[in-house]
Structure formats: C-alpha cells, structure tokens
C-alpha cells in the first residue's frame, strides 16, 4: 500500500507542529491508520524513513498501544472491557453471548468486515459496568438486549 500524496502531505503537517521528530510518532501512526486501516510490516518502515528514526522505535510504539492495528480489522471495532469491575459484573458472559452472536472468537473479525471484537483494559467507566467502546462510543450497563440493538445498529449502519 503505497503512501499517497495527500497521505505524505498530512504527515508533512504533523512533523512541522511537532517539537521533534519521535514527538510525531503516534499522531503519524494514527494518521496512517485512518488511511489503510492497520499498520503493516511496509507503512511502519516508510514512517521509520520519513521521521528518520529506527524501524524498531516505530515497532515498538506501534506494539505497545492497543488502539493501533497490526493487521486489518472490521469496519466498526468493539472493545470490550474485561479488568475486575467489569469481570464482577457479568462482562465474561457478555463476552461468550457477543462470540456467538457474532459468530467470532475474540480478536476476529465477522465474516462481513463489518466488525472486529477485541478486549480492552478498564475504560474508566467502572461505575456503570459492564461497559464496551463501539468505535469511540461508550456504550455502558450493557445486557444481552443492549448488544443485540448494537450489533444490528452496525450491521445496518
Ligand atoms: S473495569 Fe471496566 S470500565 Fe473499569
């Protein structure tokens, strides 16, 4: 996957408002992804190139973070928080119920592309658990009922 044009003069942006050049890492690998979807093996050493710092620097922020993607994901991404205000209420049959009704194992994506479901550390909304992003939405209190008018939000969507 070639870099366009457009793609190069958008990172251009990024690295002149940066204070440096590692300082434009995560928004240039956030830019990238908006782009192709996922960060793979080639756009994370193009970026090492154009930022002038090591493939491994590039790599080891690209692996650290959840939010970036080392491979493609569906259209819409569900995560899903399991740490233990979540676990105590009831997010691991959440979890089982979102499996079977999206016909994946956690980490895979619906057959469709449509969406990708993938487990997420404490979102900070311990309160009102069990709780899951839907892309950057937060959905909380979540049931069984409330899954199934999200997931058939996306797939019409
Ligand atoms: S444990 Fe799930 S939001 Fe905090």
Redesign the pocket.
């Known amino acids: 996957m070639p870099f366009t044009d457009s793609l190069r003069e958008r990172i251009d942006l990024i690295v002149s408002g940066s204070e440096t050049r590692q300082s434009a890492l995560i928004p240039v690998l956030r830019e990238i992804q908006n782009e192709f979807g996922y960060l793979s093996n080639e756009s994370m050493e193009e970026t090492a190139r154009i930022l002038g710092i090591p493939p491994s620097s590039v790599q080891n922020v690209a692996t650290f973070y959840t939010m970036f993607f080392r491979k493609p994901v569906g259209e819409h991404v569900i995560w899903l ?7 105590l209420r009831g ?1 691991e049959h959440v979890e089982h119920y979102m499996c079977e009704r999206l016909g994946v194992k956690t980490g895979g994506t619906t057959t469709d592309g449509k969406i990708t479901l993938m487990e ?1 550390e ?5 309160g ?4 899951m992003l839907v892309d950057d939405k937060l959905e909380e209190n979540l049931t069984k009922e409330k899954v199934d008018r999200l997931i058939e939000g996306l797939r019409k969507g």
């Open positions: 928080c399991r740490t233990l205000s979540c676990a997010a997420a404490c979102l900070a909304s311990c009102t658990a069990p709780v």
